[in-house]
């Protein structure tokens, strides 16, 4: 080693230390030192390796369902790759898993099997709902109020739970069977994808399935439109007389099922 | 450069727990014996649903303190206002006495490693540490607890022991110190150093709070788990702490391996017993010895439940 060499700052000896964590970079072991028991490269393979268990055992807790489909050994491997991918960049573990599902949609090995990616996405979005912020509901009795001829203006807002999610497979039934400890079902690929939602209520976790139309207007009402549009909206489905009554059970069952937090 | 004028320390608290939320529940409905609860900053740094809920209606019946993992403290980037924004609504929402966390880095350059890297025991950390705390307790409007780390590499670059650094740092930014016992005991093993003369070297003037927990003991070196009862070697400190430190505030930390609530709280009773014992008898009295040798029989339990997790 040159002598003349000055010896790393704090920043750079942390910018070594992640390298080490990161990559394997050996620089920082200029900087180490071991004893006769416990020699520096041992010491340096227990934060490489506390580094890697750590974040895969975050994913581990936000995706058991995916864990269960790809196995221990390939869901290792799997976290692995990921972590190189995306190195975590939030302060909480809690957000660590955020482009999981985008990871495995794009990369070879996965990408194959698109259920990986729906069920990652599924999961996520459980944890999303899991911990969204909390807000009183709206009641049948206060659209009980609202004359008929304020109807068509009418904007509805969801409540901050709420998640939707369209899927190919039968992600939500392979989820239940894995969570309930059933034996292993098949996995199955609609001809279409299917409308699901996902929301929180009393402190417990919901999801449906939603027919086509139903599934539209959930969408075009979050994104704030009124009553008559989307009664204009599902006569792509439905007879034109028909329409305000099926649109007006949607919201009715939405309020029953505590998806709906105001009116305007 | 100048000491502070040190304060004065925040009231004591007595013998805690760490909340976790496999015992909300139990906590809510049986209001067990503990003086009061620390809990894990980051897992209520969420929007809502059942974290946020147990943990005011934790709060309405016990005093709580907030320990968390991201302050990095150590690192040479800015520090996240964003993080210390949420940190200081959470302890205003919750009426927290107090906030510690790691003395520590914990990323650089926008990664986060998610671990408590040490730092090289040098006057540049020190002077890099004691400004940045002295920032986040500008910025809360309260002093900060900073808590010893266990590590397992030391820096060529190190200029003085943990416990000098540690001790300079309270000093000069006037933090208080949260020390963690099994922390000081695993360095101690994986350093070869005497723990005693690290917890003889601290000053009473800078500590609030102590930590107890367990580790995994792998012969020649020591993983601070948090997943096992707390150790005869560790109980044996916590004594001496008693003697050296007096009153103060106590807890058993558990993070992994979480056995029911009534375990933990045999192994805080046991803390209390030590506690009482050391400070009207003295360290030297035959009946400290006589408790450290009949541990709680928690060793069994600990080991089923990690086994039932596992299956
Ligand atoms: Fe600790």
Redesign the pocket.
């Known amino acids: 080693m040159n002598s003349s060499k000055s010896q790393p700052d704090l920043k750079e000896l942390q910018r070594q230390m992640l390298a080490w964590l990161k990559a394997h970079d050996p620089v920082i072991k200029e900087s180490v030192t071991g004893t006769e028991k416990v020699p520096a490269d041992l010491r340096l393979d227990i934060y490489a390796n506390a580094y890697r268990y750590r974040l895969i055992e975050a994913l581990e807790d936000t995706f058991p369902a995916l864990n269960t489909l790809l196995g221990d050994d390939d869901f290792f491997n799997m976290g692995l790759r990921y972590i190189e991918r995306y190195p975590s960049q939030h302060f909480s573990l809690r957000f660590f898993g955020h482009r999981l599902a985008d990871f495995l949609a794009a990369e070879d090995g996965f990408k194959e099997q698109k259920v990986l990616s729906e069920m990652a996405q599924f999961e996520w979005l459980l944890r999303a709902t899991f911990d969204a912020a909390a807000q009183p509901r709206l009641s049948l009795e206060d659209l009980q109020n609202i004359a008929p001829e304020q109807w068509p203006e009418l904007t509805f807002s969801f409540h901050p739970s709420l998640q939707r999610i369209n899927l190919s497979f039968n992600v939500p039934q392979l989820w239940r069977a894995i969570e309930q400890e059933q034996p292993p079902i098949d996995i199955v690929e609609q001809e279409y994808p299917a409308g699901w939602v996902i929301w929180r209520r009393d402190l417990r976790t919901w999801y449906r399935s939603m027919d086509v139309d139903e599934a539209w207007a959930m969408d075009t009402m979050q994104e704030g439109e009124n009553f008559a549009t989307i009664c204009a909206g599902v006569c792509e489905w439905i007879d034109e007389q028909h329409a305000p009554t099926r649109v007006a059970g949607f919201i009715q069952n939405w309020i029953n099922e505590g998806l709906i937090c105001s009116v305007k | 450069m100048p000491n502070k004028t040190p304060q004065k320390k925040y009231p004591q608290l007595g013998f805690g727990l760490g909340l976790r939320k496999e015992h909300y529940q139990d906590v809510i409905d049986t209001r067990p014996d503990v003086d009061w609860f620390e809990i894990l900053t980051e897992n209520y740094l969420v929007e809502g649903g059942k974290p946020l809920y147990f943990l005011h209606q934790v709060a309405e019946h016990y005093p709580l303190v907030m320990h968390g993992v991201s302050m990095n403290i150590g690192n040479t980037e800015p520090l996240d206002r964003d993080y210390l924004t949420q940190v200081k609504q959470l302890k205003k929402s919750i009426n927290a006495r107090w906030l510690s966390d790691h003395l520590c880095w914990t990323g650089t350059n926008g990664t986060n490693a998610h671990d408590l890297l040490p730092l090289p025991y040098t006057e540049e950390s020190i002077n890099h540490v004691v400004e940045r705390i002295e920032q986040v307790q500008d910025f809360l409007g309260s002093r900060l607890l900073i ?1 010893n780390v266990s590590s397992y590499i030391s820096y060529k670059q190190s200029e003085m022991s943990e416990w000098e650094f540690l001790n300079e740092i309270a000093k000069r930014s006037d933090c208080l110190l ?1 020390l ?1 016992i ?2 000081i005991y695993v360095s101690a093993v994986n350093h070869e150093f005497d723990p005693l003369n690290y917890l003889n070297a601290i000053d009473p003037q800078q500590v609030q709070q102590f ?1 107890l ?1 367990g580790h995994s003991d792998y012969g020649d070196y020591i993983i601070d788990t ?1 997943d096992e009862p707390v150790c005869r070697a560790v109980w044996e400190l916590y004594a001496q702490a008693v003697e050296r430190f007096g009153e103060t505030t106590f807890m058993i ?1 558990r993070d992994a391996s979480i056995p029911p609530l009534a375990e933990l709280l045999d192994e805080l009773n046991f803390a209390r017993k030590i506690a009482a014992a050391v400070s009207t008898q003295g360290i030297n009295h035959p009946q400290i010895q006589n408790l450290l040798e009949n541990l709680p029989i928690i060793q069994t339990s600990a080991a089923e439940a990690s086994e039932a997790a596992a299956v």
């Open positions: 808590e949260l963690d099994n922390n930590h927990a948090h930390e």
